[in-house]
Structure formats: C-alpha cells, structure tokens
C-alpha cells in the first residue's frame, strides 16, 4: 500500500489463496507463480506492508481498495516524530486494543514508512531513454 493521487493505492490487491489465510513461502517449490512484485515509477512518500491478521480493518473488500481511515492516523503519527520509544508504545496500544483484536485473531504486524518529501529531489525523466 503506498500513497496516491487519490488516497492510499494498493501495489496489488492480497491473493488468499484456496484457503483464507493462506501462507505463501519463498522457500515452496512453486513460489514463483505466487510472487508479485509492482514497480512504482513515481516518487512514494508513505508505505505500508500488512500481514493478513489486518486485512479487515485496513482494505475494504467490497470496494477493493484501501480504508484510508485506517491509514491516515497512523501515517500522521509517524510524520509528528514523537520519540520512537512513545511512537511504538501507542502503535503497540492500538494493535492489542480491544477494537481491533475483536475483528483479527491473526497475526498482526505492520511496517509503516514515511519521508520528508520536502528532502528528496524530484524524480527527473531519463534524457537518453
């Protein structure tokens, strides 16, 4: 999940398998038919990758596509810069709150990353392409 023009996208919408909770290993035999990879030619300034566990709260399957009422919170917690140690109490707090414990009983993890965009130079064309 990265973010877009209009709201936060997703690189690829999550394959279940068969089975729901279904788990893909780059160490099974045919792990190539299963492996997706999305290149993104445009300059992101806030991912997330999620485990299954969190699929419900964070995606809306009716709609395919993301909740980006999950999302938006989250991301502006990282980007206020509070201390890590404060930052990772509170994520800690709301992933073992009883709200979101009450629709997983799944994994739960999830990486978030963002950047100061105001730092990073803009994504120029190739001149020889």
Do not use: C
């Amino acid at each position: 999940m990265f973010d877009g023009e209009a709201g936060y996208e997703l690189a690829f919408w999550p394959d279940n398998g068969e089975y729901a909770n279904t788990t893909r290993f780059l160490t099974d035999d045919d792990y190539r038919r299963h492996l997706r990879i999305d290149i993104v030619a445009r300059q992101v300034s806030e991912l997330a990758v999620l485990t299954d566990g969190l699929q419900m709260l964070a995606l809306d399957f009716a709609m395919t596509r993301v909740h980006d009422r999950f999302f938006a919170p989250l991301f502006k917690a990282v980007r206020s810069g509070p201390s890590e140690e404060t930052l990772r109490a509170s994520l800690l707090e709301f992933m073992d709150s009883k709200r979101v414990n009450e629709r997983t009983d799944d994994d739960k993890t999830l990486l978030l990353a963002t950047r100061n965009t105001s730092d990073v130079a803009p994504i120029l064309p190739d001149p020889t392409a």
